[in-house]
């Protein structure tokens, strides 16, 4: 038996009126259609969608724009998210964080995003666009962490991110949030706080046996730094690979 939209969303139904789950089907049904998050695209298959060739695509254009600026800044998609998760039932504890740029014409947006590992997937969590460009900084971040644990619990998990998510403050926070990280590093990188002899002889190592590791203190946490060979051999540029995490048990 084929379960409607509202049996779907039961769980959501007490938070919102019966009016506003139609218009969020509607908006849903249109973006699966229509394959586009583009509103004006989307409106083209609303009379399909609606069974009634009667309608105008520019009333289902007047209701979808309506719709999401009613609940752009509602906690509407906080739930949708849950939702979509919890039917998803994913069980993993890598999560990826990421940022990218999009351009709409003369407007550059920066993206962060927080992905799960589901079957070889990366599947968006949460994700928040910043007019920031380049780098965030560390508090940006740590504030985008918090919202994302109120969708996902990540205590426990394991994020994985690159060169850009570093910081002394953003490893005491996710330590202290009993988040799991492996992050890359630059080159030489914390080089200091190993020791300028052990960091060459470790980055040796690695070169000739495939993986080094050593630990550093900041801010009075412990941390490991790894070493390992890239096993791109054509890469001359970067024939090791650094990393640094908080878990410290092999």
Known sequence: MQLSFLNKVKEIQDKYHKSVLKNLQFALATLITAKTVNLYKQKDYGQILMGNQ?????????????FMR???YTSMWFNCLELALSLLH?????????????????????????????????IPVYFRPYWHKGVLSQETRIRFMRRAMQVVDLRGKIIVADREFIGAQWFVFLSQSVIKFVIRLREGMY????????????????????YASGFIKLDGLLYRIEFWKN????????????????????
């Open 54 to 66: 009667d309608t105008k695509p520019e009333s289902h254009y007047a209701r979808l724009i309506r």
């Open 70 to 72: 009613e609940h752009a």
């Open 90 to 122: 994913i069980e993993s504890n890598t999560y990826y964080l990421d940022a990218t740029e999009w351009q709409f014409g003369a407007i550059k947006i920066h993206v962060l995003v927080l992905c799960v590992n589901w079957n070889g997937v990366a």
């Open 191 to 210: 080089k200091k706080e190993l020791s300028g002899k052990v960091y060459d002889k470790l980055k040796k190592k690695a070169l000739r046996k495939g």
């Open 231 to 250: 096993s791109n051999l054509d890469n001359q540029e970067e024939q090791v690979i650094y990393l640094l995490t908080n878990v410290l048990e092999k």
